[in-house]
């Protein structure tokens, strides 16, 4: 007689996230933060940073592809709603679509023969490709070339994605970028796509074996996640009002992706808010107090942080919930659970 | 009436470099049948199903499935046609639940999550695997591991399920429950490849045995007949063990 | 009456703190041959790993020779004289068969002795005579567990723990299998070992423990555990 679990679509976790989205709703609207320019800084950034660590969660995280190139798709996205408005004077939207299909191409394109080869191989191709399109990004006159592109002052408002005296704005189109992307990522996760995604990462053969079609799904996720990876890098330009490769298309840029992604837990949806939230307020904060030295302080607790991670919880902040999880409801297990349910 | 061959396995021959892992191996599996493929370690069973399975392309031959070549497609393509595999050396999405494990399988056939739900909660408690379902699957002991591989193949709702020794390592009373679970399977139109060592688990049920040996097919006949095969004592059975099985078939039949 | 050369107490012992396996007590005689059977999760490689220090007991102890092991690492136990051949062979498959048999005498460092006790088991093992220079992983799964025994028995054991031996081999090299285990036995090496195919193991064994559910079911002779209803019945599909 079998029994028909169903599992439900709706969680009590997604409760948890509506929750937590109407707190970030409300938080400026609170006059202790509002008033505090460089809170509302750490909150924008905070929600950037998860949103670019999410984009890079559903290729690398999810699929188990680790890419060190994401920072070129960010650059791409930054130069797409740059160049709209610094060359041609117009607003950033049309540059910030032409972006996102850019970088889905070029995530492609890359992506096809790269895939072919497996695992650690493809993370050192990509980490040629950031430094071909650092190179060239330098050299490329059009867009700029070394100088990059820097914003004239312009009339404020959404049309142009620019709002001069308070950040209120900003943040909330942080806020629907980051709604947006998680939002999607939820979905993909409890769906096909985000099963065969992970089934990918787990075993690329077993998942084959099974049906699976890994090429399409993996270049699928890369384009996806590149996309997304664009959209957090136009918001950024519009935030920063400057952009030059450096900035955007490096080395620097590409492992905040991962490591912000990785201290918070990779694979799952809260890993890049959580590493977000802790990585951008030490970052922000030391730089602050520390005024000069404030640039190498936080990289140094950063890089304690990595370690200890990597060998004490691979798993992330996640994992040590998990962890502090399963102590605490270990009294409530008992031992028949995992004995043999002996013979039939 | 001849029934027309589910899997038409044509002259069909593996290299590695200079070993010949399977020299011109032919045979058939007709729908609805179980057919048991037995041989020496190193015998190219296995190599055969990766040919079979899309993980290898032969370097000759013929692979027929439901009427269709498939010789030298990719693996994903031959599974969505319903030939799927399990692998000896298991293969656990480690990181993922058991229940997960079985829903990518159950998801290549359903076509919405509910069903792809139901589908999964089925082959769970038709492979008993029901009290580990939300255990990761790295986790499980190598015995469920394997009630995994099965789990997970049968979710796809395969037309030739093609099972590589999923018996090793259970007791007499176990093989006898897993028969029941084989037998039920075909009943439900499944047709079966299984590969085995144990021989009190394939021998009662099989329509057909294959025997490789060395690469070569020395033997494609039935149960009864297989045991009684010279070559096949001497490669394989051993004098004991087809001794073993001979009173069981003189009193009673073979299961 | 001896005291037996193995002894575990009451044992309790599983992993992350859970145990799998409930109070097991049992004992082994020297020279003798002793066969731990149950179905698959019973708990018998949980209890094997424990004595062989893979794991540590969660309750009770374990006696080698009168010493308590129970708290000792896997690498003093082996020192001690108990070798466990885990299941799945585990052999270095890169590596010549020779060399895997060189690391398996770990502990010795005459390298005249290493060579003298490689001979001996090639001779119980004539197989590995043939192949000496060919890698593990071009060795047939017969072979490779001949190998994985040969290996356990370079250390020189008292005692010689064997997990799930005919595992993934054809039948006629679990009776090989089976006779070669009944040669160490009779050349003086005392044997436990863990075995599925209930029948086979009682064939050749003195004594044995029926495990279920991390308990033991019943114990005794061989031929009482073979004669017996509620064995035949659970194990032997009878």
Same mark, same amino acid.
């Given at each position: 007689m079998v029994k028909q679990l169903t599992r439900k679509t709706f969680k009590i976790k997604d409760g948890v996230w509506i929750a937590f989205l109407i707190i970030l709703v409300i938080l400026p609207l609170i006059p202790a933060v509002a008033a505090n320019s460089f809170r509302m800084h750490v909150m924008i950034l905070i929600l950037l940073f998860a949103s670019m660590a999410q984009a890079w969660n559903i290729i690398s995280g999810y699929c188990g592809q680790v890419s060190f190139g994401h920072s070129v798709f960010f650059g791409i996205g930054a130069y797409g709603a740059g160049m709209a408005v610094v060359k041609y004077g117009d607003t950033p939207w049309p540059g910030i679509l032409i972006g996102l299909i850019i970088a889905a191409l070029v995530a492609i394109i890359i992506s096809y023969p790269c895939f072919k080869l497996s695992g650690h191989y493809f993370a050192i191709a990509t980490f040629a490709i950031v430094e071909i399109f650092n190179r060239g990004f330098l050299v490329w006159d059009w867009i700029g070339g070394a100088l990059g592109l820097d914003y004239p002052i312009i009339n404020e408002g959404l049309k142009n994605i620019m709002w001069h005296n308070s950040k209120t704005s900003y943040y909330y189109c942080a806020l629907v970028i980051f709604t947006f992307i998680f939002g999607v990522v939820r979905w993909l996760e409890s769906h096909r796509f985000g099963y065969y995604m992970r089934a990918i990462r787990e075993g690329q053969e077993t998942a084959e074996s099974l049906g699976v079609n890994s090429t399409n799904i993996k270049l699928t996720a890369m384009a996806i996640s590149a996309a997304m990876a664009a959209l957090c890098g136009a918001f950024f330009v519009q935030y920063n009002l400057r952009v030059d490769p450096p900035m955007v298309m490096s080395l620097d840029t590409s492992m905040k992706f991962v490591l912000v992604t990785i201290l918070g837990g990779s694979g799952t949806l809260a890993g890049p808010l959580l590493g977000a939230a802790v990585l951008v307020p030490l970052q922000e904060y030391t730089r602050a107090f520390w005024g000069g030295l404030g640039g190498g302080v936080d990289l140094m607790i950063f890089g304690l942080l990595i370690i200890i991670i990597v060998v004490k919880q691979p798993a992330g902040i996640i994992g040590i919930f998990n962890y502090i999880g399963k102590c605490f409801f270990r009294q409530k297990e008992t031992g028949e659970r995992y004995a043999s349910h002996g013979t039939p | 009436m001849h029934p027309m061959a589910l899997l038409d396995v044509c002259e069909v021959t593996m290299k590695f470099g200079e070993l010949i892992a399977? &020299? +011109? !191996?032919?045979?058939?599996?007709?729908?609805g049948s179980i057919v048991g493929l037995i041989g020496p370690n190193g015998a190219g069973k296995t190599t055969l199903f990766n040919c079979i399975s899309g993980l290898y392309k032969p370097a000759s031959g013929t692979i027929i499935f439901d009427g269709d070549d498939i010789t030298g497609h990719k693996p994903y393509e031959i599974a969505r046609r319903g030939a799927v595999r399990t692998f000896q050396v298991v293969h656990p999405l480690k990181d993922m639940t058991v229940f997960d494990n079985v829903l990518v399988g159950a998801l290549l056939k359903c076509r919405d999550r509910q069903e792809a739900f139901e589908r999964a909660t089925e082959c769970i408690y038709l492979c008993k695997l029901e009290h580990f379902q939300n255990r990761a699957a790295?986790?499980?002991? @190598?015995? #469920?591991k394997k009630r995994l591989e099965m789990a997970r193949a049968l979710a796809t709702r395969p037309k030739l /399920?093609?099972?590589?020794e999923v018996m090793a390592g259970l007791t007499s009373t176990e093989i006898k429950?897993? @028969?029941d679970v084989i037998r039920n399977l075909k009943k439900s139109g499944i047709t079966m490849m299984i590969v085995e060592h144990v021989m009190e688990g394939i021998m %009662?049920?099989? &329509?057909?045995?294959? !025997? /490789? &040996? #060395?690469g070569v097919k020395i033997a494609e006949d039935t149960p009864e007949k297989i045991i009684n095969n010279e070559r096949v004592i001497e490669a394989y059975l051993g004098a004991k063990y087809s001794? +073993?099985?001979k009173p069981r078939k003189d009193g009673e039949p073979l299961g | 009456m001896a005291d037996p050369i193995l002894k575990v107490d009451n044992l309790y012992a599983g992993y992350d703190g859970i145990p799998v396996v409930h109070g097991i007590s049992l004992e082994v005689m020297q020279g003798e041959l002793v066969a731990i059977v149950g179905a698959n999760g019973a708990g018998k490689t949980t209890t094997m790993r424990t004595i062989s220090g /893979?794991?540590? %007991?969660l309750k009770g102890k374990i006696f080698f020779e009168e010493k308590d092991i129970s708290r000792l690492a896997a690498h003093q136990i082996l020192k001690l004289g108990i070798s466990y051949v885990p299941e799945g062979r585990r052999l270095f498959a890169k590596l010549s068969v020779e060399q895997n048999l060189t690391l398996g005498a770990y502990t010795e460092h005459s390298q005249k002795e290493i060579l003298r006790r490689q001979e001996e088991l090639m001779e119980i093992f004539p197989i590995l005579k043939t192949r000496a220079r060919q890698t593990a992983e071009t060795l047939s799964g017969g072979e490779q567990q001949m190998l994985a025994i040969a290996r356990g028995l370079m250390s020189r054991p008292r005692l010689l723990m064997l997990d799930e031996m005919s595992l993934g081999l054809m039948p006629s090299m679990v009776d090989k299998m089976m006779e070669t285990i009944i040669d160490i036995n009779r050349r003086g090496t005392t044997v436990l070992l863990v075995e599925q195919m209930v029948q086979e193991a009682l064939d050749i064994a003195h004594r044995g423990y029926v495990i279920q559910n991390g308990k033991i079911l019943q114990s005794g002779s061989a031929r009482e555990l073979l004669d017996s209803e509620e064995v035949r019945k659970a194990y032997m599909g009878m």
């Amino acid at each position: 007689m079998v029994k028909q679990l169903t599992r439900k679509t709706f969680k009590i976790k997604d409760g948890v996230w509506i929750a937590f989205l109407i707190i970030l709703v409300i938080l400026p609207l609170i006059p202790a933060v509002a008033a505090n320019s460089f809170r509302m800084h750490v909150m924008i950034l905070i929600l950037l940073f998860a949103s670019m660590a999410q984009a890079w969660n559903i290729i690398s995280g999810y699929c188990g592809q680790v890419s060190f190139g994401h920072s070129v798709f960010f650059g791409i996205g930054a130069y797409g709603a740059g160049m709209a408005v610094v060359k041609y004077g117009d607003t950033p939207w049309p540059g910030i679509l032409i972006g996102l299909i850019i970088a889905a191409l070029v995530a492609i394109i890359i992506s096809y023969p790269c895939f072919k080869l497996s695992g650690h191989y493809f993370a050192i191709a990509t980490f040629a490709i950031v430094e071909i399109f650092n190179r060239g990004f330098l050299v490329w006159d059009w867009i700029g070339g070394a100088l990059g592109l820097d914003y004239p002052i312009i009339n404020e408002g959404l049309k142009n994605i620019m709002w001069h005296n308070s950040k209120t704005s900003y943040y909330y189109c942080a806020l629907v970028i980051f709604t947006f992307i998680f939002g999607v990522v939820r979905w993909l996760e409890s769906h096909r796509f985000g099963y065969y995604m992970r089934a990918i990462r787990e075993g690329q053969e077993t998942a084959e074996s099974l049906g699976v079609n890994s090429t399409n799904i993996k270049l699928t996720a890369m384009a996806i996640s590149a996309a997304m990876a664009a959209l957090c890098g136009a918001f950024f330009v519009q935030y920063n009002l400057r952009v030059d490769p450096p900035m955007v298309m490096s080395l620097d840029t590409s492992m905040k992706f991962v490591l912000v992604t990785i201290l918070g837990g990779s694979g799952t949806l809260a890993g890049p808010l959580l590493g977000a939230a802790v990585l951008v307020p030490l970052q922000e904060y030391t730089r602050a107090f520390w005024g000069g030295l404030g640039g190498g302080v936080d990289l140094m607790i950063f890089g304690l942080l990595i370690i200890i991670i990597v060998v004490k919880q691979p798993a992330g902040i996640i994992g040590i919930f998990n962890y502090i999880g399963k102590c605490f409801f270990r009294q409530k297990e008992t031992g028949e659970r995992y004995a043999s349910h002996g013979t039939p | 009436m001849h029934p027309m061959a589910l899997l038409d396995v044509c002259e069909v021959t593996m290299k590695f470099g200079e070993l010949i892992a399977n &020299d +011109r !191996v032919s045979f058939t599996v007709e729908a609805g049948s179980i057919v048991g493929l037995i041989g020496p370690n190193g015998a190219g069973k296995t190599t055969l199903f990766n040919c079979i399975s899309g993980l290898y392309k032969p370097a000759s031959g013929t692979i027929i499935f439901d009427g269709d070549d498939i010789t030298g497609h990719k693996p994903y393509e031959i599974a969505r046609r319903g030939a799927v595999r399990t692998f000896q050396v298991v293969h656990p999405l480690k990181d993922m639940t058991v229940f997960d494990n079985v829903l990518v399988g159950a998801l290549l056939k359903c076509r919405d999550r509910q069903e792809a739900f139901e589908r999964a909660t089925e082959c769970i408690y038709l492979c008993k695997l029901e009290h580990f379902q939300n255990r990761a699957a790295g986790d499980l002991p @190598i015995g #469920g591991k394997k009630r995994l591989e099965m789990a997970r193949a049968l979710a796809t709702r395969p037309k030739l /399920l093609m099972l590589d020794e999923v018996m090793a390592g259970l007791t007499s009373t176990e093989i006898k429950a897993f @028969i029941d679970v084989i037998r039920n399977l075909k009943k439900s139109g499944i047709t079966m490849m299984i590969v085995e060592h144990v021989m009190e688990g394939i021998m %009662p049920i099989a &329509d057909k045995v294959v !025997v /490789l &040996d #060395g690469g070569v097919k020395i033997a494609e006949d039935t149960p009864e007949k297989i045991i009684n095969n010279e070559r096949v004592i001497e490669a394989y059975l051993g004098a004991k063990y087809s001794q +073993r099985f001979k009173p069981r078939k003189d009193g009673e039949p073979l299961g | 009456m001896a005291d037996p050369i193995l002894k575990v107490d009451n044992l309790y012992a599983g992993y992350d703190g859970i145990p799998v396996v409930h109070g097991i007590s049992l004992e082994v005689m020297q020279g003798e041959l002793v066969a731990i059977v149950g179905a698959n999760g019973a708990g018998k490689t949980t209890t094997m790993r424990t004595i062989s220090g /893979l794991a540590h %007991p969660l309750k009770g102890k374990i006696f080698f020779e009168e010493k308590d092991i129970s708290r000792l690492a896997a690498h003093q136990i082996l020192k001690l004289g108990i070798s466990y051949v885990p299941e799945g062979r585990r052999l270095f498959a890169k590596l010549s068969v020779e060399q895997n048999l060189t690391l398996g005498a770990y502990t010795e460092h005459s390298q005249k002795e290493i060579l003298r006790r490689q001979e001996e088991l090639m001779e119980i093992f004539p197989i590995l005579k043939t192949r000496a220079r060919q890698t593990a992983e071009t060795l047939s799964g017969g072979e490779q567990q001949m190998l994985a025994i040969a290996r356990g028995l370079m250390s020189r054991p008292r005692l010689l723990m064997l997990d799930e031996m005919s595992l993934g081999l054809m039948p006629s090299m679990v009776d090989k299998m089976m006779e070669t285990i009944i040669d160490i036995n009779r050349r003086g090496t005392t044997v436990l070992l863990v075995e599925q195919m209930v029948q086979e193991a009682l064939d050749i064994a003195h004594r044995g423990y029926v495990i279920q559910n991390g308990k033991i079911l019943q114990s005794g002779s061989a031929r009482e555990l073979l004669d017996s209803e509620e064995v035949r019945k659970a194990y032997m599909g009878m």
